[in-house]
């Protein structure tokens, strides 16, 4: 049975980062598309960043720039690299495989 298992997230201040962890059980993804979502209270889910592979990462434009996304193969692992975070950017954040398999998420707060 693939799971997927995120941390990393928890309370942090305006201004600063976190880093989000992703692993994968079950099944080794090196060539399958993985993606971070977002799910903030009151809105709907939305893509944060997708790849396949290290040279092909798309991210919505509020990421880009602040939020880095990066994956070790070896310990079938990707993770969610988030600076100079906001407000805005407090909401569950899931990662998800080739569109179908979903974690269980892990709570981002960003508040003074």
């Known amino acids: 049975q693939v799971q997927l298992a995120e941390s990393g997230g928890g309370l942090v201040h305006p201004g600063g980062s976190l880093r989000l962890s992703c692993t994968a059980y079950?099944?080794?993804?090196?060539?399958?598309?993985m993606r971070w979502y977002r799910q903030a209270p009151g809105k709907e889910r939305e893509l944060v960043a997708s790849?396949?592979?290290?040279?092909?990462?798309r991210y919505a434009e509020f990421a880009k720039g602040r939020f880095t996304m990066y994956r070790d193969n070896a310990s079938n692992t990707i993770y969610l690299e988030m600076d100079n975070l906001t407000p805005e950017d407090t909401a569950d954040y899931l990662c998800?495989?080739?569109?179908?398999?979903w974690g269980q998420g892990t709570r981002v707060t960003v508040s003074s």
């Open positions: 790849g396949t592979n290290a040279h092909a990462i």
């Open positions: 079950g099944i080794r993804f090196s060539d399958t598309n």
């Open positions: 998800n495989m080739a569109g179908s398999i």
